[in-house]
């Protein structure tokens, strides 16, 4: 019904710059939040940064100053700018979109398979 695709991960060296993202298609009415999180084997998935369709950004304490959440001109795309990356960045990156779609009510959440990001010291 919705897929999110992912790209932009890859291996940097710290303090550098990475920018992922993230696009949706499939039969959406309408997107309301999009997301990034992000995972380290044997943790909790974190939320990173959120955009809602209308509003103010939102950030993780461990990304601000540094990581710039943004939507695509055509919505149902979103970034995330990541810089002066730190090895504690190192994680699978996840998009998630709370999706509206045609003829079903209520919104659904849908997740990207993610991106590797890998920060080197």
């Known amino acids: 019904q919705v897929q999110l695709v992912e790209s932009g991960g890859g291996l940097v060296q710290a303090g550098g710059s990475l920018r992922l993202s993230c696009a949706a298609s499939g039969i959406i009415f309408s997107i309301n939040a999009m997301e990034w999180y992000r995972q380290v084997p044997g943790n909790q998935r974190e939320l990173v940064a959120s955009i809602p369709s209308g509003g103010s950004t939102s950030d993780a304490d461990s990304v601000k100053g540094r990581f710039t959440i943004s939507r695509g001109n055509a919505k149902n795309t979103v970034y995330l700018q990541m810089g002066s990356l730190k090895p504690e960045d190192t994680a699978v990156y996840y998009c998630?979109?709370?999706?509206?779609?045609?003829?079903?009510?209520?919104?659904?959440?849908?997740w990207g398979q993610g991106t590797q990001v890998t920060v080197s010291s």
């Open positions: 998630a979109a709370d999706v509206v779609l045609y003829g079903r009510p209520g919104v659904k959440k849908y």
